[in-house]
């Protein structure tokens, strides 16, 4: 299966899960090799439409790290461009700052038209998880239905693009911890009918019944 250009998904089983409830609701990508950030939101675009079962992604905007301010994401300083994004590598060694134990850069991404958002960091935890060289890019969701299936559609991106896992234990959409991109979204896409976006996320997000209804919210706006 081809999502988008270059990203042909790699097939392998799922592992046995089955986790509770989530303080955090992070999905994950493990990244084994450095690849482009271009390649990444080309192939987060991709599986936006697969798992909507859209003709078309919206479009999506990267920006240059982000901040909090009282305990909420605050707007970032900078929207990346298309020659920023493809000089801009993930899934190489990020060295620490003075008195920190991982390396680590964030980015923000949003949709066109929407104040849902999700939040990247790129962390490095050679060394701290394992002598391995081991990089992840942890994305974090705006508590919506639009947030967390754009959230789902990056870490999938960086996933399908790097070669590595998707890997879902804070929400549990599904029952498995580990999954291949590709089997996840053969596995959770949106099936039958039609509609707007907001209400593709949320009919996407209400078939997983072990999350309870949750995200409450279709989406921030």
Known sequence: MYL???????????????????????????????????????????????????????????????????DSKAPPRRSLTGEDLEATMIGVRIPPEEGQTAGSVEFEIGLAGKEDRAFAMVIDLTGVQGAEPRVEAVVSPTRTCVGVVLATSVALGAATVSGGAFVDIEIAMLDARDWDPGRFIEAARLTGGAGPFEERCERFMRQFAGLGGWPRDRSAN
Do not use: H, I
């Open 4 to 70: 988008g250009t270059g990203c042909k998904t790699r097939t392998r089983p799922a592992q046995p899960g089955g986790y509770g409830r989530f303080m955090s609701v992070d999905v994950v990508a493990e990244l084994p090799r450095p690849v482009s950030l271009a390649s990444v939101m080309g192939c987060a675009a991709g599986a936006l439409t697969e798992l909507l079962g859209l003709d078309r992604a919206p479009e999506m905007t990267v920006f240059e790290g982000w901040r909090t301010e009282n």
